[in-house]
């Protein structure tokens, strides 16, 4: 299996959209939890949205409403559809991979350390 590779990020003024995607060659996106992350410098690395292979999803609080998180089997890639972007969405943002079917049974049990396959990230920036 490959690392993942993300893609899609840019720049942006606030109120504007933008669709990350992620490739993970050789991974089975309809076997394993896979999700997204975002990190700012000075901050820890935080969960945004995981998908399980079912199609289950979770979100942050901060997102919810406003990203989609979603999963093309075929293609082998993940995708994160951002709309309604805030300053407050700028930073890195990394897909990630776990080899376990289910991400976790609450948001607040999602952690980072749990996935062990990690892109080199996609920088987002809003402006206000």
């Known amino acids: 299996q490959g690392q993942p590779v993300e893609s899609g990020g840019g720049s942006v003024q606030a109120g504007g959209s933008l669709r990350l995607s992620c490739a993970i060659p050789?991974?089975?996106?309809?076997?394993?939890?896979t999700g997204w992350f975002r990190q700012t410098p000075g901050k820890e690395r935080e969960g945004v949205a995981t998908?399980?292979?079912?199609?289950?999803?979770m979100y942050a609080d901060s997102v919810k409403g406003r990203f989609t998180i979603s999963q093309d089997n075929a293609k082998n890639t993940l995708y994160l559809q951002m709309n309604g972007l805030k300053p407050e969405d700028t930073g890195m943002y990394y897909c990630?991979?776990?080899?376990?079917?289910?991400?976790?049974?609450?948001?607040?049990?999602?952690?980072?350390?749990?996935?062990?396959?990690w892109g080199q990230g996609t920088q987002v920036t809003v402006s206000s």
């Open positions: 990630a991979a776990r080899r376990y079917y289910f991400c976790s049974g609450s948001w607040s049990g999602v952690r980072k350390e749990d996935f062990g396959y």
């Open positions: 998908i399980e292979p079912d199609g289950g999803t």
């Open positions: 050789g991974y089975a996106y309809n076997t394993y939890c």
